[in-house]
């Protein structure tokens, strides 16, 4: 029959017995047209469509057999089964050696909802390999506690370790079964939570290490294009902050490393700003004026006046278009207080330099 058409059984309507086994029915027919091949069908009671290497048949092939009591589907490659809730008649459905390696919620309920309502219900399942594997747990529970009357209820299973074994085996050592399956369900949660936590971790470290390029991407993103500034933007290459004890030091050794030998133009405080001014107001201009700042960083300036006022300023001059534009430089010889966290934690800490500052010594 792999060549019937769909209309075959239209002349034979009262058909009781029809048995098919080994016909050689076409898989993609039979899943297209099989309904209507069958549907004329109404007073039959004994149908066997075994042997005939079947792998899908329509949900609701069986829909319009009202009088059918027996259905033998062994020997196919089926992992499906069609709906039997119309069939209130039905006595026994042939499932063995097909596909099956579980039995889904869903036709666990549709079979037990069919033995509710015909008692005799029987079903075969001989001879399909099913899974004893955690998955399975409320099927393996189901053969245990169904209404249906299974052919014998042990049937023969893979287990977790990849050994062929059978249900009932399983079931006797079910306290054990339960206890791999929820140590390894309490592993993958503690698997899945320390990698939720690591992620979170790197995104963080990422995010507050790169916090001011990903605020300039999210603003590009709606249409705001922001730009770091550049360095032909401001007169001076970099401001130095320090204080009188190493004057010697920053205006003569690091004064001609940077700007002699490396062409780095410097705003120092001794030759720059004019004398006489407002300390305040050259630290303002020189913060405006400058591309980098440089504050060094010694007891001596924390003891100073304008300590305060002068970190403040440093912080407020980083922006989005002016980032990683402070760099610390912290004399090795300093215990660093913690009144001054708040700036030390805003900025990068390649920006934090620890060095070697050589006092000037009277």
């Given at each position: 029959m792999?060549?019937?058409?769909?209309?075959f059984f239209d002349a034979f309507p009262k058909l009781k017995q029809l048995r098919l086994s080994?016909?050689?029915?076409?898989?993609?027919?039979?899943?297209?047209?099989?309904?209507?091949?069958?549907?004329?069908?109404?007073?039959?009671?004994?149908?066997?469509?075994?042997?005939?290497?079947l792998v899908f048949?329509?949900?609701?092939?069986?829909?319009?057999?009202?009088?059918?009591?027996?259905?033998?589907?062994?020997?196919?490659?089926?992992?499906?089964?069609?709906?039997?809730?119309?069939?209130?008649?039905?006595?026994?459905?042939?499932l063995s050696h097909n596909s099956f390696t579980t039995l889904d919620n869903k036709y666990r309920l549709m079979l037990d909802k069919t033995a509710e309502n015909n008692n005799?219900?029987?079903?075969?399942?001989?001879?399909?390999?099913?899974?004893?594997?955690?998955?399975?747990?409320?099927?393996?529970?189901w053969l245990q506690e169904t209404?249906?009357?299974?052919?014998?209820?042990?049937?023969s299973c893979m287990d977790f370790t990849g050994q062929m074994s059978y249900t009932k085996i399983v079931q006797t050592k079910w306290i054990a079964f339960q206890r791999h399956c929820v140590s390894r369900f309490w592993l993958n949660?503690?698997?899945?939570?320390?990698?939720?936590?690591?992620?979170?971790?790197?995104?963080?470290?990422?995010?507050?290490?790169?916090?001011?390029?990903?605020?300039?991407?999210?603003?590009?993103?709606?249409?705001q294009n922001i730009y770091p500034k550049e360095r032909n933007e401001f007169l001076y290459?970099?401001?130095?902050?320090?204080?009188?004890?190493?004057?010697?030091?920053?205006?003569?050794?690091?004064?001609?490393?940077?700007?002699?030998?490396?062409?780095?133009?410097?705003?120092?405080?001794?030759r720059d700003h004019l004398p006489g001014g407002s300390?305040?107001?050259?630290?303002?201009?020189?913060?405006?004026?400058?591309?980098?700042?440089?504050?060094?960083?010694?007891?001596?300036?924390?003891?100073?006046?304008?300590?305060?006022?002068?970190?403040?300023?440093?912080l407020s001059a980083i922006t989005l278009t002016t980032p990683q534009r402070l760099i610390i430089v912290i004399d090795h010889q300093m215990t660093i207080p913690t009144n001054i966290d708040f700036m030390l934690e805003a900025i990068s800490q390649r920006n934090i330099i620890t060095a070697i500052c050589f006092y000037f010594s009277s």
């Open positions: 792999s060549t019937v058409s769909e209309e080994g016909v050689q029915f076409n898989n993609n027919f039979i899943s297209q047209h099989g309904k209507r091949l069958f549907s004329p069908l109404k007073y039959l009671e004994n149908l066997d469509l075994s042997g005939n290497g048949l329509p949900y609701d092939i069986f829909s319009s057999f009202v009088t059918l009591q027996v259905i033998n589907l062994a020997f196919n490659n089926l992992i499906t089964i069609p709906d039997l809730t119309p069939l209130d008649k039905l006595n026994f459905i042939d005799e219900f029987h079903l075969s399942l001989w001879g399909n390999t099913f899974s004893c594997i955690c998955e399975s747990t409320e099927f393996l529970i209404r249906v009357k299974l052919d014998g209820g042990n049937y949660m503690a698997m899945g939570g320390a990698s939720v936590v690591v992620v979170t971790l790197i995104t963080a470290f990422v995010v507050i290490k790169n916090k001011m390029k990903i605020k300039l991407i999210l603003l590009r993103m709606i249409g290459d970099a401001y130095i902050i320090y204080t009188d004890s190493i004057y010697s030091w920053v205006c003569n050794e690091l004064r001609t490393e940077i700007e002699t030998n490396r062409k780095i133009k410097l705003n120092l405080r001794d300390h305040a107001d050259d630290i303002l201009e020189a913060i405006r004026d400058s591309w980098k700042i440089v504050l060094i960083l010694t007891e001596d300036f924390l003891k100073s006046d304008l300590a305060y006022f002068t970190m403040c300023n440093c």
